[in-house]
């Protein structure tokens, strides 16, 4: 566990006041027994409690931070004055365009009663200026690597060095805040009465036209967090590592430490697993096979939980991170707060092998804690849906609705009545229920596979791809095909110890391949065509960017 160090001094405004008051003010009006459902009080909450515990590390930078729950509540206070000094107004958004989003944002926007709209760092100028307009953006924060993603922009901004340091802008920017306070604390921020009022306001990554602004509220963001937490076992021992994905309530919730990453880089992560007694991550099945096969990956002297979602983990990452003493935690989101179904792990699983074990592990399972049950359905009549039968073979659409769905897509009053046609959330993802109710996503719709008449799941394919010994990293889209409609496409990654195995002979890699999944796979949903690639187009996340490779294959 880590201990706050004694070079590490926060600025003179960081330091909270002797005796502070670490409790918001009670909004007028409301009854004795209801208290509107916020996430910002974890925070609080942890400060009270656990004022010296370490709460954020950020190290792997020139000019390393770390933060105890006093300290960092005290910042994120002044963030909150700051903001409205600015001119912030409840329900106003602020932008957020930072490498793993700032762990201040989440709490000290919530504490302005305003809005918290990241934007990922890997978009064009041209993206973010839409979302920045879209969003009706009203302050920006954004670090300086990506100063340049609103330049010429009139909205107000600062930029963070992200260096600590007392001549930061971001830091001159919170000891504005600490003074226009004028030492009122948290008693002066009145909190946000009606907790069904927006939180978030994240943008989808526009693979099928313009991104939509993704509207989560407090009482959701509450509530997930309590389920992450819980469905994750994060406790005050936990120490949980950013790299891309992240849990910046639950882990308050649970009082837990965080550790931040300015990038998902692999030597640092390693540093942190090996060193700093990293106890749960979050990352898609992309990153997680980068840090199974990192050069220095090896068995850690203690367990890691690994929360993996955006796509299925196959057998052979399910098999590599065991080796590694990580274990595999999959969940399923789609336009929710984060996950709302999770793979539980049954007592028998333990006596079968990999293979048997992984193709159950790699289902989505059931719904998760605060969410309702995520449904399998089919329409029957154009409008009225009925469950599919527990099979797992007939497919159907994963549908949802609860306490952990978004509230709607910002501004775009269509696509949200769309979306929850029939009273439900249609997540656009095929799956089957089988006899144990757990539900197995087939694909997506859009990257279904039409070939001769027969439904082939990319899914499938890559994950039996996967299992071939020099696979890496697969990924599948269909490519036009003159006899059969379609046939399936795949990318490659090789693993490095197979780059010069098979130098100068990816024909011959390819033909491999093709025998050993005719072991795995029906003639139709075999690979018409294989391409070895460096890497895959990716998110910020590292989800793969489907759409990217159906541009490509649309030139052959």
Known sequence: MYKLPEHLRPTPESLPPKDAILRLAVP???????????????????????PDKVALVHHDVPN???????????????????????????????????????????????????????????????????????????????????????????????????????????????????????????????????????AALCYTSGTTGRPKGVATT???????????????????????????????????????TQVTLRTVSYPHIWKHLLHSGISHYCGAPTVQISIAAAPEARRLAKPVKAIIAGSAPTAALIGELENRNIKAIHVYANQTYGPFTRNYERPHWSSLDIQERSKLMSRQGHGFATSDEARVVVQTDGKEISDVPMDGLTVGEIVVRGNIVMKEYFNDPEATKTAFRGGYFHSGDLAVRHSD?????????????????????????????????????????????????????????LRIEAIEKWADRHHHFAADLKQFARN????????????????????????????ALRKEVAKL
């Open 218 to 256: 407090l009482r959701g963001s509450y509530l997930a967090a309590l389920a992450n937490a819980f469905e994750t076992s994060l406790n005050r021992e936990s120490v949980y590592l950013w790299q891309g994905w992240t849990f910046p309530w639950a882990n308050t919730f649970a009082m837990a």
């Open 520 to 547: 795995h796979l029906p003639g139709f949903a075999l690979p018409e065509w294989i391409k070895v690639v460096p890497e895959l187009p990716k998110t910020s996340t590292g989800k793969i960017l489907k759409h």
């Open 64 to 198: 390393p931070v770390t933060y105890n729950y006093a300290i960092w509540a005290q910042r994120i206070q002044n963030l909150a004055y700051a903001l409205i000094e600015a001119g912030i107004k409840p329900g106003d958004r602020v932008a957020v365009i930072a490498p793993n989003w700032y762990a201040d944002a989440h709490h000290g926007i919530l504490a302005a009663r305003a809005v918290i709209t990241p934007i990922n760092i890997r978009l064009t100028k041209g993206e973010v200026d839409y979302i920045l307009n879209h969003s009706g953006a009203k302050f920006v924060l954004v670090d300086h690597e990506f100063a340049h993603l609103v330049q010429g922009t009139s909205i107000p901004t600062i930029i963070s060095e992200d260096s600590g340091k007392p001549d930061d802008p971001y830091e001159q920017f919170l000891a504005s805040g600490r003074k226009f306070s004028q030492e009122n604390g948290w008693l002066g921020l009145a909190p946000e009465k009606n907790e069904n009022a927006v």
């Open 437 to 493: 109710g757990s539900v197995a996503i087939i694909d997506r719709s859009k990257d279904l596979i039409i070939s001769g008449g027969e439904n082939v799941s990319s899914l499938a394919v890559e994950q039996a791809l996967a299992a071939h010994p020099d696979v890496l990293e697969a990924s599948v889209v269909a490519r036009s095909h003159p006899k059969w409609g379609e046939r399936p496409m795949a990318f490659i990654i």
């Open 28 to 50: 007028e009006g409301l009854p004795v027994n209801i208290t509107p459902l916020n996430p910002l009080v974890f925070l609080i909450r942890a400060a009270a409690i656990f």
